[in-house]
């Protein structure tokens, strides 16, 4: 005997607010809230995914009122206007909907919950198993045999044996506890001092509001038995305005309500203009590139036709793949290069380990290529070029013509993006999952360098970034323009990548032997620091540890205590500061970690990062990450060492 069909009921409206609050604060690079959506789809999807439903549809509120106002009008008077930002996400969440092909159901002067009680009962009529997915108790009402209720957030199912626990009633008397009760949420008044637990304790005894009212005089208490005597026509009232309406004008179309696939050519642009980039990955109808039109140059023959191919393209999109991430020692593993969307070459020249194919000479191969990368009028693209512009340096091609970096135009157009690199912007603007490096050269312990990946595998991955790169020119270019930055991305932010490689391949000359100096003068001073900390104390410690210094700060010395961590007591410079005016010790505390910041962060550490090679430190200089649109710099970070200070200003003094 074949299992009865199954109709999955989504409280639409319940799920939109639940959603909103899960996830706050997110929006896509318009600035467009999108928060609700994200949250919507996923919970909708991982029903979906989970259960398998036969037949799906979600029901959603009409505007109000409805005909509990007529009854009641002060019913859901306390309830707050939508928040300001999830009422233009209300239309995105139902053309999320329509695009997954479900059926969206609402009527005017009706709540989801009564066209859901009205649909649960035609489907169990029809033959059909229930389950009401929702966080919303009052449709425990309905739950039988054939109905249950689904609440994905807290992965629990009720049934008639859940509800019972929870009012102390079967489901059909569960309108009764409700109307004894009220309802806060719903502005249902109910009769003042009757809670849900002594609710259900009285419909259990009595059987119903009408029962219990005649019976009144044999409830215990004497306040009680009068608020029943003074509220019965609200106790009733608070039962009608509770009852769930079985009967709504709604017909429960079953073939329209069957899973279908959804309709990729909606989704796939919405989920795009929303950038939610993994669900356009799953629902892009943009297959992904399985290496189909990229190939791998082992021969004379074919770099020859590479040459000849980029010496009559428009722009030319190149990619290097190295031995490490500093551009200043890694070495050219190899180089791919896109001239037309889909398409791609990668010229491999040093990859090593058994196995691999005979490759061709990396100096033949650039030497080859050099008239047109070397050429000014052919326009280069790419992401983040900066870095390529110097591996290829060092190989010795001086790369010209850099006209386009997809980072620094997504950085531009798309401000409010988390991300901008390659494989996120592949995601939320071409609805394509790249091949990640981790997925190539593997992770943790068995991780290897990419000149130890195998030829074949290598190509795919690195041609593909060269194509993607190309084809994302192409959807950067019109949000530019819609965004206005198009002179500021021609004119002042391309030409600084090619000033900042400059800048990056000089590096900054440092006086090795004055750091050594001052760090060992800052050594002295932690010494003579920790001697005085330790005599204010009383005892010997470890002024490092904020464990050891909070017991002789608030236990040993019993200064006034601040908030407590999950190791002790919090000694943080907010802490320290406070305590200052009260002790001396917090000050010297304060002193100590000052010096031993500069110690360890510069005088300690600049040394070690001067490249052997060149006697200078060459840090990176990055456009794209500060919200604020400044360069900053990293490995190392030379905009914070500190200038206010007299220890910071003989730092500085080292940059010669």
């Not at 769930?244 to 429960?252: H, Q």
């Not at 394509?432 to 490096?437: A, D, V």
């Not at 490995?635 to 940059?655: C, H, K, S, W, Y």
């Amino acid at each position: 005997m074949s299992r009865p069909k199954r109709l999955y009921l989504v409280d639409g409206s319940s799920y939109i607010y639940r959603a909103y609050y899960a996830i706050r604060h997110l929006s896509n690079a318009k600035g467009v809230s999108t928060n609700a959506v994200l949250g919507f789809t996923n919970m909708l999807l991982k029903v979906l995914r989970e259960e398998q439903p036969d037949h799906v549809i979600v029901v959603f509120d009409a505007k109000r009122p409805t005909f509990r106002n007529d009854l009641y009008p002060e019913y859901k008077a306390n309830r707050e206007a939508m928040p300001e930002d999830l009422v233009p996400q209300v239309p995105l969440i139902k053309e999320v909907v329509r695009g997954l092909r479900i059926p969206a159901i609402e009527k005017e002067g009706f709540e989801a919950d009564d066209i859901i009680a009205t649909l649960a009962r035609k489907a169990v009529d029809a033959g059909l198993e229930v389950t009401v997915v929702t966080g919303d108790k009052d449709l425990m009402q309905i739950v039988g045999d054939r109905v249950r209720l689904l609440d994905t957030m807290k992965d629990r199912v009720s049934g008639p044996e859940e509800v019972v626990a929870k009012f102390g009633v079967p489901p059909e008397q569960v309108v009764e506890v409700l109307g004894l009760a009220g309802d806060a949420s719903d502005n249902i008044p109910g009769v003042p001092g009757i809670g849900v637990k002594t609710a259900g304790n009285l419909i259990r005894e009595f059987g119903s509001i009408d029962s219990l009212l005649d019976q009144v005089d044999r409830v215990g208490g004497k306040k009680r038995r009068e608020n029943l005597e003074r509220y019965a026509d609200q106790a009733r009232l608070s039962r009608e305005l509770a009852r769930l309406v079985r009967d709504v004008p709604v017909d429960l179309d079953l073939d329209g309500s069957a899973r279908q696939e959804p309709d990729l050519s909606a989704l796939t642009p919405l989920f795009r203009e929303l950038e939610f980039g993994r669900l356009l990955s799953e629902f892009s109808d943009h297959t992904r590139t399985t290496g189909h039109g990229y190939r791998c140059v082992l021969d004379p023959a074919g770099l020859d036709a590479v040459a000849a191919d980029i010496e009559r393209a428009d722009r030319i999109s190149l990619d290097t793949e190295t031995t490490g991430l500093d551009p200043r020692r890694a070495g050219l593993v190899g180089l791919s290069l896109s001239v037309r969307p889909g398409e791609a070459v990668y010229i491999p020249v040093g990859h090593v380990g058994d196995g691999q194919p005979e490759q061709l000479d990396r100096d033949a191969v650039l030497d080859r290529l050099r008239p047109v990368l070397e050429d000014p009028a052919r326009p280069k693209v790419g992401q983040n070029l900066k870095f390529d512009l110097q591996v290829l340096r060092r190989a010795g091609v001086t790369v010209a013509g850099v006209a386009f970096d997809t980072m620094i135009a997504s950085y531009l157009a798309r401000p409010g993006a988390k991300a901008h690199s390659l494989d996120a912007l592949a995601a939320a603007l071409l609805g394509h999952r790249t091949i990640t490096y981790g997925e190539v050269t593997g992770k943790g312990k068995d991780r290897r360098g990419f000149e130890e990946v195998p030829v074949d595998e290598a190509a795919v991955y690195a041609a593909e970034d060269a194509d993607i790169a190309l084809r994302l020119v192409d959807e950067l270019q019109p949000l530019l323009a819609e965004t206005g930055h198009e002179v500021l991305f021609r004119d002042v932010e391309m030409p600084l990548v090619e000033v900042l490689a400059d800048m990056e391949w000089t590096g900054i000359r440092v006086d090795a032997a004055f750091l050594e100096g001052l760090s060992r003068e800052f050594e002295d001073r932690l010494s003579s620091l920790e001697t005085e900390i330790q005599d204010l104390a009383g005892v010997a410690f470890n002024v490092a540890s904020p464990k050891q210094l909070g017991e002789v700060l608030f236990e040993r010395l019993g200064l006034p205590r601040g908030r407590r961590t999950k190791t002790g007591w919090s000694t943080d410079a907010e802490v320290l500061a406070r305590l200052a005016a009260d002790h001396p010790i917090a000050a010297k505390v304060l002193d100590y970690r000052t010096v031993a910041k500069l110690k360890s962060t510069y005088t300690d550490a600049l040394p070690q990062l001067v490249n052997p090679d060149t006697g200078r430190i060459h840090t990176s200089f990055n456009q794209a990450v500060t919200a604020t649109g400044r360069l900053s710099s990293s490995d190392p970070n030379l905009q914070n060492i500190p200038v206010r200070t007299e220890e910071g200003r003989r730092i500085r003094r080292a940059f010669v």
